[in-house]
Protein backbone atom coordinates (compact mmCIF):
# COMPACT_ATOMS: atom_id res chain seq x y z
CA UNK A 1 0.00 0.00 0.00
CA UNK A 2 1.74 3.13 -1.02
CA UNK A 3 1.41 6.18 1.26
CA UNK A 4 -1.05 8.58 -0.10
CA UNK A 5 -3.49 5.13 0.21
CA UNK A 6 -2.05 4.71 3.90
CA UNK A 7 -2.85 8.68 4.87
CA UNK A 8 -6.02 8.47 3.13
CA UNK A 9 -6.97 5.66 5.66
CA UNK A 10 -5.71 7.08 8.30
CA UNK A 11 -7.84 10.09 8.00
CA UNK A 12 -10.64 7.94 7.03
CA UNK A 13 -10.79 5.85 9.61
CA UNK A 14 -9.94 8.71 12.21
CA UNK A 15 -13.63 10.09 10.92
CA UNK A 16 -15.43 7.27 11.29
CA UNK A 17 -13.85 4.17 13.12
CA UNK A 18 -16.68 2.13 12.36
CA UNK A 19 -16.54 3.05 8.46
CA UNK A 20 -15.59 0.34 6.48
CA UNK A 21 -13.28 1.41 3.56
CA UNK A 22 -13.43 -1.62 1.65
CA UNK A 23 -17.23 -1.13 1.05
CA UNK A 24 -17.98 -1.03 -2.72
CA UNK A 25 -20.66 2.28 -1.85
CA UNK A 26 -17.70 3.90 -0.45
CA UNK A 27 -15.52 4.32 -3.59
CA UNK A 28 -16.21 8.23 -3.73
CA UNK A 29 -15.48 8.98 -0.25
CA UNK A 30 -12.30 7.17 -0.73
CA UNK A 31 -11.66 9.16 -3.92
CA UNK A 32 -12.35 12.51 -2.00
CA UNK A 33 -10.12 11.06 1.28
CA UNK A 34 -7.34 10.23 -1.72
CA UNK A 35 -7.30 14.03 -2.88
CA UNK A 36 -7.13 15.11 0.94
CA UNK A 37 -4.20 12.89 1.90
CA UNK A 38 -2.22 14.12 -1.11
CA UNK A 39 -3.08 17.76 -0.88
CA UNK A 40 -1.90 17.41 2.43
CA UNK A 41 1.24 15.74 1.58
CA UNK A 42 1.84 18.50 -0.80
CA UNK A 43 1.02 21.22 1.67
CA UNK A 44 3.85 20.07 3.77
CA UNK A 45 6.36 19.63 0.40
CA UNK A 46 8.45 22.53 1.82
CA UNK A 47 9.87 21.60 5.42
CA UNK A 48 10.62 23.93 7.98
CA UNK A 49 14.28 24.68 9.43
CA UNK A 50 12.87 22.52 12.51
CA UNK A 51 12.29 19.40 9.66
CA UNK A 52 15.65 20.03 8.02
CA UNK A 53 17.56 19.98 10.91
CA UNK A 54 16.11 16.75 12.53
CA UNK A 55 16.48 14.66 8.76
CA UNK A 56 19.97 16.21 8.55
CA UNK A 57 21.11 14.82 12.12
CA UNK A 58 19.63 11.60 11.58
CA UNK A 59 21.04 10.75 8.03
CA UNK A 60 24.50 12.27 9.53
CA UNK A 61 24.45 9.59 12.32
CA UNK A 62 23.03 6.85 11.09
CA UNK A 63 23.12 7.31 6.94
CA UNK A 64 19.45 6.15 6.86
CA UNK A 65 17.16 7.68 4.35
CA UNK A 66 14.45 6.15 6.24
CA UNK A 67 15.50 7.05 9.57
CA UNK A 68 15.82 10.65 8.40
CA UNK A 69 12.59 10.44 6.71
CA UNK A 70 11.04 8.87 10.75
CA UNK A 71 12.70 11.71 11.90
CA UNK A 72 11.50 14.43 9.93
CA UNK A 73 7.95 13.47 9.90
CA UNK A 74 8.40 12.88 14.08
CA UNK A 75 8.95 16.55 13.93
CA UNK A 76 5.93 17.58 12.03
CA UNK A 77 3.80 15.79 14.12
CA UNK A 78 4.74 17.33 17.33
CA UNK A 79 4.61 20.76 16.14
CA UNK A 80 1.76 22.73 17.97
CA UNK A 81 -1.59 23.57 16.34
Do not use: C, F, H, K
Not at 16 to 28: G, N, S, V
Not at 55 to 80: F, H, K, T
Amino acid sequence: MGTIERAARAMYESVQPEWDWDDPDAELLRRMYRDNARAAIGAIREPTDAVVSAGYNELVRYNSAADAWRAMIDVILGEQD
